[in-house]
């Protein structure tokens, strides 16, 4: 890579890594509507300022005091972010109005959406996107009472004037949530099969197919775009592993762009109708991830490392190298809201026990709430991700790069194979500042692995399968050096964005590459 591109990417990472994905989410959300807001000025957004304005508020407002109310029966936090997100998908899903009817009707999909994530819940995971929920009940709504001035779902923001727009606020919180792979597959499958299905039609009423206009209206002027980047990407709804975040993909694409012919008259599912149903699918993959974890005990690893012990409710599982999102609720959270990211330390051998560690570095409001936790306290785990495991296939030979508090899906892994007895080929490149910060040195060394230590320092009384790489920091050419069999090695590399940048000619040559960057807690 580019050394100045690769700078320029680093500094993007960190900066959008310093705001967690639902506020980014949020922001994205709110600036759409501020451009929508004023491009209807001037006639250009479709609906009238009035109209926004009115809906927008509306929204806002139902969705809020419905969130505030079941929160405080349910007796959880209030999360504003959450009811605002709603209103905002809601807000360019659902047809703007100033009508009394219509903003019932728009009141009332507010409502549904919101009550959707308490009751449409499993072990404090909504099962569905709530505003899909709250769009479809009002779709439906309207057809079966045949008030159709209540509204329903209209999809305004498919034109070709939102369409870059949408696309390039999307790609920004796909980067974020690392969900850009899963949504391009989706509108993927959603263009072809969506162009196909145009063609199909034009062709069967005897009209000229010309599949490069089909292809652009179906881009532009299509919810294609909106649906994947702010409705399909959402955490909560998809399932842990990528594989089945590329099924739920593809089928919600096959679904959004088939319209199949009833008669002379195509007739299209509905796309929030299609969301729901990749939702259903997500949710039998992952039925199992939402637990809560009981805090029993903090251990100090290193100086700046710190190790927190729970015990799992029943119903947890997860594979050695996947990470867990910690919900730690507290007032006044920061950017970055009550949730973090944590890779598991323990193996899943290690159940009910379950382990997790963090650098202490900057008092973020998360971590002062998180340090103040008393044993006993039951936190919930919104979900469980990663797709950061080793190959089925014991005879890989295996490289893993660790980057300080990086270590930790590794000590999962290499304790996981260590339970079963499982013998691989493994080599283990570990980066610190000094030898006093290398974490959990002991489950490393019961592991027999061979391991290459980069600190300023000598670490004292190295096992026999350990070595000292003189003080000199680790690059490209030094991690050849040190593994010259590194065309032959699946490498694994767990650390700051700018290691595994600084670090890519020499990974370049391996067998394959996984990264799991991270930028910080």
């Known amino acids: 890579m580019n050394p100045a591109l690769s700078a320029w990417w680093n500094r993007v990472f960190a900066v959008l890594g310093r705001v967690s994905m639902y506020r980014l989410a949020l ?7 501020a451009i929508a807001f004023l491009l209807s000025f001037e006639g250009l957004s479709g609906p009238a300022w009035n109209e926004i304005l009115a809906t927008a508020v509306v929204l806002v407002v139902v969705c809020g005091a419905v969130d505030a109310a079941s ?43 919101s009550l959707s994530k308490y009751v449409l819940a499993w072990r404090g995971r909504h099962i569905f996107n709530p505003a899909a929920v709250g769009a479809a ?113 593809a089928v919600v694409g096959v679904l959004v762009g088939w319209a199949p012919m009833i008669g002379t008259f195509p007739v299209s599912l509905g796309q929030e109708r299609a969301v729901l149903i990749g939702n259903l699918i997500a949710f039998a993959f992952a039925v199992r991830a939402a637990v809560r974890l009981v805090f029993q005990a903090t251990a100090q690893v290193t100086p700046s490392v710190q190790e927190l012990t729970f015990h799992a409710g029943r119903g947890f599982s997860f594979t050695a190298g996947q990470f867990l999102e910690l919900d730690v609720p507290h007032r006044h959270p920061d950017a970055r809201g009550t949730r973090r990211e944590f890779s598991i330390v323990s193996a899943p051998a290690d159940l009910p026990t379950v382990r997790i560690a963090f650098r202490r570095g900057s008092q973020s409001t998360y971590k002062k709430a998180l340090a103040a936790v008393q044993p006993g306290t039951a936190l919930a785990v919104t979900g469980v991700w990663g797709d950061f495991v080793l190959p089925r296939h014991p005879d890989s030979p295996l490289l893993l790069v660790a980057a300080g508090i990086g270590v930790t899906p590794f000590v999962s892994q290499l304790r996981q194979l260590q339970a079963i007895g499982q013998q691989r080929d493994i ?20 592991s027999g692995v061979r391991v ?40 694994y590399v767990s650390g700051p964005a700018g290691l595994i940048a600084d670090l890519a000619p020499a990974l370049e040559k391996a067998r394959s590459i996984t990264t799991d960057a991270f930028s910080g807690y």
């Open 452 to 491: 290459v230590v980069f600190t300023r320092d000598e670490p004292a009384d190295l096992p026999a399968s350990w070595e000292w790489a003189r003080g000199v920091r680790l690059d490209a050419a030094g991690l050849a050096r040190t593994v010259p069999d590194i065309a032959r090695r699946h490498a």
């Open 427 to 446: 080599v283990v490149v570990y980066v610190a500042a000094e030898s006093a910060e290398l974490a959990f040195r002991a489950d490393l060394e019961a």
């Open 27 to 33: 922001l994205c959300l709110g600036g759409l509507a």
């Open 71 to 113: 929160q405080r029966v349910l007796r959880l936090p209030w999360r504003l972010e959450s009811s605002l997100i709603t209103a905002g998908i809601l807000l360019f899903v659902l047809r703007p109005t100033v009508d009394p009817v219509g903003l019932a009707g728009i009141a009332i999909a507010g409502a549904v959406a």
């Open 137 to 249: 009940v009002l779709t439906l709504l309207s057809a079966v009472t045949g008030v159709y001035a209540l509204g329903g779902a209209s999809w305004w923001v498919g034109t070709t004037l939102f369409g870059p727009i949408v696309l390039l606020l999307g790609v920004v919180v796909l980067w974020r949530t690392e969900k850009l792979r899963v949504i391009a597959l989706f509108w993927v499958v959603g263009l072809v099969v969506g162009v196909v299905a145009v063609a199909v039609q034009y062709q069967q009423a005897g009209s000229p197919v010309d599949v490069g206009t089909i292809f652009w209206q179906q881009l532009w002027s299509s919810p294609l775009l909106f649906l994947g980047a702010f409705m399909l990407s959402e955490p909560l709804t998809l399932p842990p592993r990528r594989w089945q975040q590329m099924i739920v993909a």
